[in-house]
């Protein structure tokens, strides 16, 4: 995922922003990390590169 796509995102429940909290970047794109809504708290992990931005209860397990 690129950073830039921060200015587009927001929290699928509430629709406020999200804080971005990187665990693996390479080349300038997130690899591993974390969204989370700055209002409800929900967590949207990013895994390979992909923002998984699902509500909780559609998720896999």
């Known amino acids: 995922m690129k950073k830039s796509l921060m200015d587009i995102l ?3 429940l509430d629709k ?3 804080d971005l909290d990187v665990q693996r970047e390479e080349d ?4 591993q990390g ?8 929900e967590r949207y992990p990013i895994e390979d ?3 998984n931005l699902l509500p ?3 998720r896999e397990a």
């Open 56 to 58: 909780p209860d559609m």
């Open 49 to 51: 590169g992909i923002p």
């Open 10 to 12: 927001c929290c699928p």
């Open 16 to 18: 406020q922003e999200l």
């Open 34 to 41: 974390t969204l989370t809504c700055t209002e409800c708290g």
């Open 28 to 31: 300038g794109e997130v690899l």
